[in-house]
Structure formats: structure tokens, C-alpha cells
């Protein structure tokens, strides 16, 4: 089975490696892993005139209106909510790398929130249930048996938090903590969503220097999901 990494530049033969804004379709994959800064940074390129972008179809992205050439950022923002909610309505899984909210107020037409690309949740509100906080680096794996504790086990040293589950909210009801930071706070989770799966985790420090590392254990930990996924059927059948 593919996976859609966005931002990362994963090594792997199982890996397409793309940006937010240049990527397929996300309806073309059950696995997705997102590194959330990416997210802010592409959009921000194009209300900046920063640098340039361009679709997975080649037409450039604009911060205006779609012409025979260029195609519109915002209309792009709403296509991806659209094929994330397709993708999780599909039983499939988002992995995200964490990152704080920021607000795009330039975006031609309305304001956006670098999560907005992420389908609501009932009583779950990414602004109150995900605070902002910038921890020491480090994780504390609490639970040994979840398919993404490869992650923790072996990049802990590397990733710091940048948001934090508010477990005294009650967005946090249905959510599942694999991993904390050495002082308490839930950085890593696991939260079902709109028929499939978000899976939260702490991002790395330097992804750059970590590129070999992180594809070997994301590679593990989606193999171990999938293996969970199996024998939950075969349970569900018998």
C-alpha cells in the first residue's frame, strides 16, 4: 500500500513524496502523512508572492481568481478538506506531524487556519483541545503495544512538541494517548475522525538530518497499523 508524505521528503520505495499544494489527489490514498508546518509555509508562499507553485497538473497557484492558467489557492484549500474528508470517510489514516495554529488572513476571499484542511470534529475544537506549547525535547511512550510506538522508540530524542492534547477538555474524550512529553503533557495520540483515523505526533527537530530514520520507522509503525486493522476484521467477521 502507497503512502502520501507531504513536506517530508521521506526516503522509501513506498513513499510519494510531495507538497500541500502540489500533490495528487489525497482521495488517491488510504495513508497520508502530513508534516503540518509545511502546511502554513506553502500557503504563505503564495499570499507572499514568495515563491512560486504549482498543482499536481502543472498549472500555476494563484492567490486570486482561477483563469485557463492558474488555479485559485483558495479553491485548492477547499479541495483538499474535501479529499481528506474522502479519505477518512474511507477508513483510512492521517498521520500528522504536529505544528501551532497559525492564521492565514491574506488568502483572496476568506481566512484560513492551517488545520482548516481537516474536517470538523464533534465536540472537538483544534484551537481549544490543541493549545500551542514548546517543549524540551524528548517522549515518554506509555503505551508499548500502539502500531505508532516505533516512533517514539526510536526518534524520541529528536522530536519536540509544539501542541499539546487539553485532556481536561472534552474533545479528549474519545482520544487515545501513546505518548507524553517528560513533563506530563499528551503529545502524541490517537483520535478516530470522520469514519478513519488522525494519529497526532510530536514533529522532529531537525527532519533534514532525520529523513533515512523517520522513513524506517513510519514505514514500521503504518505496517504494524495495518497489521492491527487485519486482525480487527478477522475478529470483526468471527
Not at 137 to 148: I, R, Y
Request: glycine letters at 8%; proline letters at 7%.
Amino acid at each position: 500500500m502507497r503512502t502520501l508524505v507531504i513536506g517530508l521528503s521521506l526516503p522509501s520505495v513506498d513513499f510519494d513524496n510531495y507538497s500541500f499544494l502540489n500533490a495528487p489527489s489525497f482521495a488517491e490514498y488510504h495513508q497520508i502523512v502530513i508534516d503540518g508546518a509545511t502546511v502554513g509555509r506553502c500557503v504563505s508562499d503564495v499570499t507572499s508572492g514568495n515563491a512560486a507553485h504549482s498543482t499536481f497538473g502543472g498549472q500555476a497557484i494563484v492567490n486570486g481568481p482561477a483563469s485557463p492558467y492558474a488555479f485559485s489557492l483558495r479553491a485548492l484549500l477547499e479541495m483538499r478538506q474535501r479529499e481528506t474528508e474522502w479519505v477518512l470517510s474511507h477508513g483510512g489514516i492521517i498521520v500528522l506531524m504536529s505544528s501551532a495554529h497559525v492564521t492565514q488572513p491574506d488568502i483572496e476571499g476568506t481566512t484560513w487556519r492551517s488545520y482548516d484542511w481537516l474536517p470538523a470534529a464533534e465536540a472537538f475544537s483544534h484551537e481549544t483541545d490543541l493549545p500551542a506549547g514548546f517543549g524540551k525535547p524528548g517522549a515518554v511512550l506509555v503505551d508499548l503495544d500502539h502500531p505508532f510506538a516505533p516512533y517514539i522508540q526510536q526518534l524520541a530524542p529528536h522530536v519536540a512538541y509544539r501542541i499539546y492534547l487539553n485532556e481536561a477538555g472534552e474533545g479528549a474524550r474519545n482520544c487515545h494517548v501513546f505518548a507524553r512529553s517528560s513533563g506530563g503533557q499528551a503529545i502524541a495520540f490517537e483520535r478516530p475522525l470522520s469514519g478513519g483515523t488522525l494519529i497526532v505526533l510530536p514533529p522532529l527537530l531537525k527532519p533534514d538530518q532525520e529523513r533515512p530514520r523517520t522513513a524506517a520507522a513510519l514505514t514500521d509503525c503504518l505496517t504494524r497499523w495495518q497489521e492491527r486493522a487485519r486482525i480487527q476484521t478477522k475478529e470483526e467477521i468471527a
